[in-house]
């Protein structure tokens, strides 16, 4: 691997003719989280967290707090204070890898950053994560909201529960038809964990079965750290947030990349698409106390 991309990434980047961009785009990814960056962290109340567990799937999963829950202690040190839902398999999945990858976004303003590398639980609970890739990310795909706190509006407290299933059910299956948001999580064995976000029009995801999506890539950023990552280890997590109720919808499963014209053309603006198979599906009611009001849909999506 070179010092920016691995060998996944560079395949990938050539089979879409874009190495050239790739490398002077990955100028900007750096081991250290810069001023603004660090700023940027201490407004946030929501941060996505990519793991792996004891049997290598990977999973995406949502941490939130109260801005500056998420904050950088040096240049080089990410700290996290929350907790994960119960249920979730974030916590045990440190205790057998420490690779994570971070996305911390802001759909107000469309702005995202990414950090990538080791974590550990600290004796106090808080996560401590030491970065090796800090980057940013452009405005494109995402969709413009505003958050609040249940309590902010008077919303009674719920209590939280999980269900496990081995495939989707009927609602949840509409869920992700509906869905113009997901998070996915992917990992490359030797080189760490990486969180991304995907949008796009309600229905950009395809719900082809109770175990099968699919979804078009659009144009992006052309780095491919996510399809880098999938066409080394196809292991991958997907995490549906309902932004109005704070439930969420953890799938964890196995993807793949398909480069066919025919099968793009099934997705409105897709250059290439995503297959994933469902091993485990994991719905929390309640998961966070985060509310999202939606103000627009990005200026980037397919119509």
């Known amino acids: 691997m070179t010092a920016i991309y691995h060998a996944g990434e560079l395949a990938v980047q050539e089979q879409a003719g874009v190495r050239v961009m790739a490398a002077r785009v990955g100028r900007g990814i750096r081991p250290t989280i810069p001023p603004a960056a660090q700023q940027f962290l201490l407004d946030q109340p929501m941060i996505i967290v990519a793991t792996a567990d004891a049997r290598g799937r990977v999973w995406a999963s949502v941490l939130s707090g109260a801005p500056g829950f998420v904050r950088a202690e040096d240049e080089r040190t990410l700290r996290i204070d929350a907790q994960s839902p119960p249920g979730d398999p974030l916590d045990e999945n440190l205790k057998v890898n420490d690779q994570v990858g971070v996305l911390v976004i802001e759909p107000a303003t469309r702005q995202r950053m ?3 590398g080791k ?61 113009d948001t997901f998070f996915i999580a992917s990992r490359h064995p030797d080189v760490g964990a990486d969180a991304s976000h995907r949008g796009g029009n309600p229905g950009f995801v395809h719900v082809e079965d109770g175990n099968h999506l ?24 997907l995490l549906f947030i309902d932004f109005e109720r704070g439930s969420t919808l953890q799938l964890t499963g196995a993807a793949r990349v398909v480069w066919s014209a025919g099968r793009a053309v099934e997705f409105n603006g897709a250059e290439r698409v995503v297959e994933f198979e469902v091993e485990e599906a994991v719905e929390r009611a309640n998961a966070t106390d985060l509310r999202w009001q939606f103000m627009d849909y990005s200026p980037f999506n397919p119509a």
């Not at 030491?130 to 008077?154: F, L, M």
């Not at 659009?218 to 080394?232: A, D, E, K, R, V």
């Open 114 to 116: 990414r950090l990538n």
């Open 119 to 179: 974590a550990v639980k600290r004796a106090d609970g808080t996560i401590s994560v030491r970065a090796e890739q800090v980057y940013s990310n452009c405005p494109k795909y995402i969709q413009a909201r505003v958050w609040h706190r249940s309590a902010d509006t008077g919303e009674e407290h719920a209590e939280q529960s999980v269900r496990r299933a081995a495939s989707l059910d009927d609602e949840q299956r509409q869920w992700i038809a509906r869905a």
């Open 214 to 237: 699919a979804w078009g890539d659009y144009s992006g950023n052309q780095m491919f750290q996510t399809l880098g990552n999938i066409s080394t280890n196809p292991r991958a997590g």
